[in-house]
């Protein structure tokens, strides 16, 4: 042998060692890229059901929203008609009782000056 295919050897053992010192990082960080493509699988399979579940929620809750819609649209009208009703209470019947209300006051004013007077007679 010469120096040349000593040096050759020696040359081509080096490049051995190089690539299997680079080989085992790789195998790694191939073993990483697995594990990262089955745990982005398991992920993948438990948040399609769940987003099948919150559409579903999602869809239920906007239902409940439309009947409290109707209950409220409901509560305003039965707000309006009681206050109309205050209002045509207090047109018909406000009114006259409190009118009735203050003569009888009147009279009873006018009943109780009276019999002041005669008592002083």
Known sequence: MTVGDVAGLIAAIAFVLLVGFLALPLVKLGRVFDEATRSLREVTEHSVPILDEAKDTVAGANTQL???????????????????????????LGRPLVKVAAFSYGVRQAFEKASARKGRH
């Open 66 to 92: 439309g009947k409290v819609d109707t209950i409220t649209t409901s509560a305003a009208q039965v707000s309006e008609n009681v206050s109309a009703l205050t209002g045509l209470y207090a047109a018909t």
